[in-house]
């Protein structure tokens, strides 16, 4: 049997289109290798304080950037160390005594626990980071400023909101002992 011209371009064609398809994965590959490089070195600068939904940080311009540091959350009805409670905050404002006996202890806890060796040693050198909201009493701020001075924490930050809405730290230093 004969084919006509049309008949033979048709089954070429239909046969062409047979084939399977093959993917080429090196660029794929490539691609992927460029992507997790580029968020490795992106990710080293990035220091991520707790989120609390309900607070809202001071602004501030304040340009140096945020270190690993033990972190003091101020709320509305606790103190917490770390993200652990360690005292109830209309407690303390009911107190007359200017240190706050459960957070030094906290605080205290954590030098032994988490701080470097030269930290501990180097007073100047412990740093803790207050974070509450912009609305807190200046006399618990207060309060909790002496408490860490006298917990021997030599630099107090407080966590501010950047006026370009990244957060940062105003760094406070203080007289340790």
Known sequence: MRYTSRAARMERHHARHKRGVSLNLVSLMDIFTILVFFLLV??????????????????SVAEQ???????????????LVQGRRVANVPEIMQREE???PELR??????????????????VAGREVTIMG???????????????????EYGQLSLAVM????????????????
């Open 98 to 100: 200017l240190i706050i």
């Open 42 to 59: 992106n990710s080293g600068e990035v220091q991520t304080l707790p989120n609390a939904k309900d607070m809202a940080l001071p602004e």
């Open 162 to 177: 950047q006026v370009s809405s990244d957060v940062q730290i105003a760094t406070l230093t203080g007289s340790g002992g």
């Open 65 to 79: 950037r945020a270190r690993e540091t033990v972190v003091v959350t101020v709320t509305d009805s606790d103190l």
């Open 105 to 122: 202890a906290a605080l205290q806890s954590q030098t032994d626990r988490t701080l470097r060796q030269d930290a501990r040693e180097d």
């Open 133 to 151: 909201d912009k609305e807190i009493p200046y006399s618990l701020l207060k309060r909790i400023m002496a408490t860490c001075t006298d917990a």
